[in-house]
């Protein structure tokens, strides 16, 4: 069985090289402006909610708002709550709202809310809604808060039936529309219905028909029709024609570079596992597979369902088929990943690109996971591919407002690429969670992998030795819920205790019902626990010690015997689908049945720690030289050393190992030269008790400690998290304060307002400059007061105090004149005393500064640096009339921005590109950059960029003749300014408003 797909556009053909293929691929994505309804002053959830305006407007249902406790008729001021969950660039928050809107002489089942205080607010976060009578018979989706286990909101699918008569007692100014959807329930009233087809929110759900136990009717809902809407004065515009898709973002990559590389022979099946003997059911599956792959029309597709339903095992049996494939369409390779087992997105970006380019392509020319993902995806456009990322639920957020959100920005960026069209290549996800972050795509199919049907699971049974009648074994599937990995495990519990007798079954205790699978494999283990032998016993908890796959030399490390036991019990062990083998013949554990003894073990930790050391000695002694071109890939085994140092309590052998293996001392190569941040905070989390940043870090020595923190902070900045980067950072200050190191805490400082400026926290600026400057004095640095007084400059510069500006560059240019080798302002320094030159009507001066400033960093080889300059030369131009000129100096900066981790400089490269293209009027040019920019800015917290990109916005719009998103875009974005204390911000809405 299956869930309903998405309703495919189809993308056509591959682009043919030079020409760009059409990206426009995104439906508008219901959970970013789904809310949920809840009680005042207590906040119980009572229903679920639709953003409609960026001014804070919200629809629900008239009986939502009742069962908070308010009568939409009543007093407009009778207060509820309004949650907006957590979602990229926007943090999570409790609004007040009241009722604006209800009506009180009929019947119709809507009301509006208007949130209290401003609400800025993405485009995308505002849900565009449409008529109902046109999407008759056409698929849709919802989202909403009903409770579903531990989860508390869930998905819903199915059809559009259409509008239908109203109960003879109601007076409706509306029909109602019937739906048929097998999950909606309680809780999800007030949930947009986006009909897939047409792009539109053309309805909420208000009610669901609960059937009895013969059935019928059992799928049907009721949805209030969103023209409503019209009836009620307000201004939310309500379309009758289908909303056009929006444009995907294409990945920024080197074409020529792309064609010099060739892929290595044959395909990468390491982590895949063994197809097992065994093989049962999922034909309908497979075939389905199939079907998507030769088809086209997807370009990814997840297999999603509960662990141990088998997701892996059928994405192993229809790669088989791929591979027995031997015409024109066969791929180049099939490339199959396990994050399960390697849940690093640096490690596996970095081997994709070694497959797809026989190693040509050294990482560290391209810094950064996000522009290895480009690359990646430019290099699936020269041949075709299969990509299977299985266990991907590995890197996915597994509770809270973001449950099913992709954690990496990079391996997101990869997915994201690999869904836009201009490519043969295929990519097949296994997950427990549902990929949210493709849920937009035309080009991406959800597919359901749920229990097995009554005769697989019977076959299964009979397969691994279960004897008895068909009817008993049935019994067993249908009573234990068809779960394959439950079954294999009752199988193995039969045989071992009772020959395969089904019979004795009834000695388990029965299952409940109610109860998720993984917990029924946790009681099915329980019960199998007490067959094992104490030798069994033992070595299950020592190796679930392994977080990937090892060799069976690494038996030696867990077992008491190692040579009895491979011959007693591993062949055992492995019919009992307790391990597996993959196709290198490595062993590991399912996940489901890994975390089981582990949590054994953690109950009785004697000699735990001893274990995690003794392994990593293990992963040393195999641990081979990085050599002159080292790889990522090179480096695992000691970075599962440190890993397990780091368990065994011994952090300084960690922390050396970390230096000295990994860092290679001050040359950096894994973070400088492999730029593998995403491996680096893994590892430094460690560190971390159960890797709380809040926490302090264990370290042997204060020292070791302040580096730990120092590293942490720098590895969360580059990796766009810098809310998180500033708190650590504020810590290693005071470490580095603590032992006297005037220096290094002056840097931290200046690293600490540098990191405020783009949060836009200019308000804490003050404080945290003047500690700069203490530092620095205290350090006795004058490059460090030199840039001190810079940053006091650019504060005073971004608040409009322009001759405190001056001052503060001039106390800067003083210093460097006098006690440093270069007379002038560099470096950052330098850009933002070129923008105040710039800023303030001095273009010539700021020209020969940036020039200069260009040559010091092209020379010294700062590449970031090197970009914001072309990026300042380029505002010159446009600012003088010259936008040819500019977009040549704004495209070298993407460029160069592209091959660096510097979000914020590749932000200010695209938005300066973007209003080249808003002067020329190249309106899809535009909206592709500010929209990369944008979604860059959300999801790092680049809030004065943020502000920088809406302007750029609300040009765009007018010079499109859209006055009122115009209006929308820059009073937001003034409203913004003003809130952080932004001059420029609010300058430049006031000039752009006086030239409408």
């Given at each position: 069985m299956t869930a309903l797909s998405n309703s495919p556009a189809d993308p056509g053909p591959p682009a043919e090289p030079g020409r760009p293929p059409d990206p426009a691929v995104l439906r508008q994505d219901v959970r970013k402006f789904t809310v949920q309804i809840r009680t005042h002053p207590d906040g119980e959830i009572v229903g679920t909610g639709i953003v409609v305006s960026g001014s804070g407007l919200v629809l629900t249902c008239a009986h939502v708002v009742r069962a908070a406790g308010v009568e939409p008729g009543a007093a407009a001021d009778e207060p509820l709550q309004v949650y907006l969950p957590r979602r990229a660039g926007r943090r999570a928050e409790t609004r007040t709202a009241t009722v604006c809107f209800a009506f009180r002489d009929t019947d119709d089942d809507m009301v509006c809310l208007q949130l209290q205080g401003p609400l800025p607010l993405a485009k995308d976060q505002v849900a565009v809604l449409g008529t109902a009578h046109a999407s008759r018979l056409h698929p849709f989706e919802s989202y909403g808060y009903r409770r579903l286990d531990r989860y508390h909101c869930g998905r819903a699918a199915g059809r559009i039936m259409g509008e239908v008569d109203p109960p003879d007692e109601l007076r409706l100014i509306e029909?109602?529309?019937?739906?048929?959807?097998?999950?909606?329930?309680?809780?999800?009233?007030?949930?947009?219905?986006?009909?897939?087809?047409?792009?539109?929110?053309?309805?909420?759900?208000?009610?669901?028909?609960?059937?009895?136990?013969?059935?019928?009717?059992?799928?049907?809902?009721?949805?209030?029709?969103?023209?409503?809407?019209?009836?009620?004065?307000?201004?939310?515009?309500?379309?009758?024609?289908?909303?056009?898709?929006?444009?995907?973002?294409?990945?920024?990559?080197?074409?020529?570079?792309?064609?010099?590389?060739?892929?290595?022979?044959?395909?990468?099946?390491?982590?895949?596992?063994?197809?097992?003997?065994?093989?049962?059911?999922?034909?309908?599956?497979?075939?389905l597979l199939a079907h998507e792959w030769r088809a086209g029309e997807h370009l990814v597709v997840g297999l999603i369902g509960f662990g141990g339903e088998g997701k892996s095992s059928l994405a192993r049996r229809w790669v088989e088929e791929v591979l027995a494939d031997e015409s024109e369409d066969a791929p180049v390779g099939v490339f199959w990943w396990s994050f399960g087992e390697h849940g690093d997105a640096d490690e596996f970006l970095s081997s994709a690109l070694e497959f797809m380019s026989a190693g040509r392509i050294a990482v560290g020319e391209l810094p950064g996971g996000s522009a290895r993902a480009a690359f990646s995806a430019g290099l699936l456009r020269m041949r075709r591919y299969v990509f299977v990322l299985d266990g991907l639920e590995a890197m996915q957020y597994q509770d809270g407002d973001q449950?099913?959100?992709?954690?990496?920005?990079?391996?997101?960026?990869?997915?994201?690429?690999?869904?836009?069209?201009?490519?043969?290549?295929?990519?097949?996800?296994?997950?427990?969670?549902?990929?949210?972050?493709?849920?937009?795509?035309?080009?991406?199919?959800?597919?359901?992998?749920?229990?097995?049907?009554?005769?697989?699971?019977?076959?299964?049974?009979?397969?691994?030795?279960?004897?008895?009648?068909?009817?008993?074994?049935?019994?067993?599937?249908?009573?234990?819920?068809?779960?394959?990995?439950?079954?294999?495990?009752?199988?193995?519990?039969?045989?071992?205790?009772?020959?395969?007798?089904?019979?004795?079954?009834?000695?388990?205790?029965?299952?409940?019902?109610?109860?998720?699978?993984?917990?029924?494999?946790?009681?099915?283990?329980?019960?199998?626990?007490?067959?094992?032998?104490?030798?069994?016993?033992?070595?299950?908890?020592?190796?679930?010690?392994?977080?990937?796959?090892?060799?069976?030399?690494?038996?030696?490390?867990?077992?008491?015997?190692?040579?009895?036991?491979?011959?007693?019990?591993?062949?055992?062990?492995?019919?009992?689908?307790?391990?597996?083998?993959?196709?290198?013949?490595?062993?590991?554990?399912?996940?489901?049945?890994?975390?089981?003894?582990?949590?054994?073990?953690?109950?009785?930790?004697?000699?735990?720690?001893?274990?995690?050391?003794?392994?990593?000695?293990?992963?040393?002694?195999?641990?081979?030289?990085?050599?002159?071109?080292?790889?990522?890939?090179?480096?695992?085994?000691?970075?599962?050393?440190?890993?397990?140092?780091?368990?065994?309590?011994?952090?300084?052998?960690?922390?050396?190992?970390?230096?000295?293996?990994?860092?290679?001392?001050?040359?950096?190569?894994?973070?400088?030269?492999?730029?593998?941040?995403?491996?680096?905070?893994?590892?430094?989390?460690?560190?971390?008790?159960?890797?709380?940043?809040?926490?302090?870090?264990?370290?042997?020595?204060?020292?070791?400690?302040?580096?730990?923190?120092?590293?942490?902070?720098?590895?969360?900045?580059?990796?766009?998290?810098?809310?998180?980067?500033?708190?650590?950072?504020?810590?290693?200050?005071?470490?580095?304060?603590?032992?006297?190191?005037?220096?290094?805490?002056?840097?931290?400082?200046?690293?600490?307002?540098?990191?405020?400026?783009?949060?836009?926290?200019?308000?804490?600026?003050?404080?945290?400059?003047?500690?700069?400057?203490?530092?620095?004095?205290?350090?006795?640095?004058?490059?460090?007061?030199?840039?001190?007084?810079?940053?006091?400059?650019?504060?005073?510069?971004?608040?409009?105090?322009?001759?405190?500006?001056?001052?503060?560059?001039?106390a800067a240019l003083g210093i460097a004149a006098a006690f440093t080798p270069l007379p002038v302002l560099y470096s950052t320094s330098g850009i933002k005393y070129a923008d105040h030159l710039r800023r303030n009507g001095r273009p010539d001066e700021a020209r020969k500064v940036t020039l200069a400033n260009l040559r010091v960093c092209s020379a010294a080889g700062w590449q970031a640096d090197e970009a914001h300059c072309h990026v300042g030369l380029g505002d010159l131009e446009l600012d003088a009339g010259r936008p040819e000129a500019a977009l040549a100096e704004y495209e070298t900066a993407v460029r160069i921005a592209q091959r660096t981790t510097r979000r914020d400089v590749l932000i200010d490269a695209l938005t300066g590109q973007a209003r080249c293209s808003i002067v020329d009027e190249r309106v899809e040019a535009a909206e592709a950059d500010l929209a990369q920019a944008l979604s860059l800015c959300l999801v790092g917290g680049y809030r004065l960029a943020e502000i920088d990109v809406r302007i750029a916005y609300a040009s765009l719009w007018q010079r499109m003749g859209n006055e009122e998103l115009a209006w929308e875009e820059a009073t937001r974005a003034e409203q913004m300014s003003i809130e952080v204390g932004y001059h420029w911000g609010v300058a430049d809405v006031a000039a752009l408003l006086t030239t409408r």
């Open positions: 029909d109602p529309v019937q739906l048929e959807s097998s999950q909606i329930n309680t809780g999800m009233s007030g949930s947009a219905v986006l009909d897939l087809e047409r792009n539109l929110v053309v309805g909420l759900v208000s009610e669901a028909w609960f059937a009895e136990a013969a059935g019928k009717d059992r799928d049907t809902a009721w949805a209030v029709n969103a023209r409503l809407i019209g009836s009620t004065g307000l201004r939310i515009p309500v379309r009758s024609t289908p909303l056009p898709l929006s444009t995907a973002r294409l990945p920024h990559f080197d074409p020529e570079l792309a064609r010099e590389t060739v892929p290595l022979p044959g395909h990468r099946l390491d982590d895949a596992p063994v197809i097992p003997e065994e093989w049962v059911g999922r034909e309908q599956q497979v075939g449950y099913g959100a992709i954690r990496s920005q990079a391996l997101r960026d990869f997915l994201t690429f690999f869904a836009t069209p201009g490519h043969q290549s295929f990519c097949l996800i296994t997950s427990r969670a549902p990929v949210l972050d493709l849920g937009p795509f035309t080009t991406y199919r959800h597919i359901d992998v749920v229990e097995l049907q009554r005769a697989a699971g019977r076959r299964l049974l009979r397969n691994l030795g279960v004897l008895g009648s068909d009817a008993a074994l049935e019994r067993v599937v249908d009573d234990w819920g068809g779960h394959a990995l439950t079954l294999s495990l009752l199988a193995g519990y039969l045989v071992k205790r009772h020959g395969g007798d089904v019979r004795r079954i009834a000695e388990l205790p029965p299952p409940d019902p109610e109860l998720p699978p993984d917990a029924a494999v946790r009681r099915v283990l329980a019960e199998y626990d007490r067959l094992l032998t104490a030798a069994e016993r033992d070595f299950l908890r020592r190796f679930s010690i392994f977080r990937t796959p090892v060799s069976e030399d690494a038996l030696d490390l867990v077992a008491a015997d190692p040579g009895t036991f491979r011959a007693a019990s591993l062949k055992h062990l492995l019919a009992a689908r307790v391990l597996r083998r993959d196709g290198a013949g490595r062993l590991s554990m399912h996940p489901l049945i890994r975390g089981f003894f582990a949590q054994q073990a953690a109950e009785e930790p004697d000699g735990r720690a001893a274990l995690h050391a003794t392994v990593a000695r293990y992963y040393l002694d195999n641990a081979g030289s990085p050599g002159d071109r080292p790889r990522l890939e090179d480096l695992l085994p000691v970075v599962e050393a440190v890993h397990h140092w780091t368990r065994s309590g011994d952090t300084a052998r960690a922390c050396d190992v970390l230096y000295d293996r990994l860092y290679l001392g001050e040359r950096g190569l894994i973070t400088r030269e492999l730029n593998a941040y995403e491996t680096v905070l893994a590892l430094l989390l460690d560190f971390f008790p159960d890797g709380r940043l809040r926490a302090e870090p264990s370290a042997p020595d204060p020292e070791t400690r302040s580096w730990i923190l120092h590293e942490t902070a720098t590895a969360l900045q580059l990796l766009g998290r810098m809310r998180d980067a500033a708190v650590v950072t504020r810590r290693a200050i005071q470490e580095f304060r603590d032992r006297g190191l005037w220096h290094d805490a002056a840097v931290s400082s200046q690293n600490m307002a540098e990191l405020h400026f783009m949060l836009g926290a200019l308000p804490a600026c003050p404080a945290i400059i003047d500690e700069a400057l203490e530092l620095a004095r205290l350090a006795g640095d004058r490059e460090d007061e030199l840039v001190a007084h810079t940053l006091r400059g650019t504060l005073a510069h971004l608040t409009g105090d322009h001759g405190a500006a001056g001052d503060a560059f001039a």
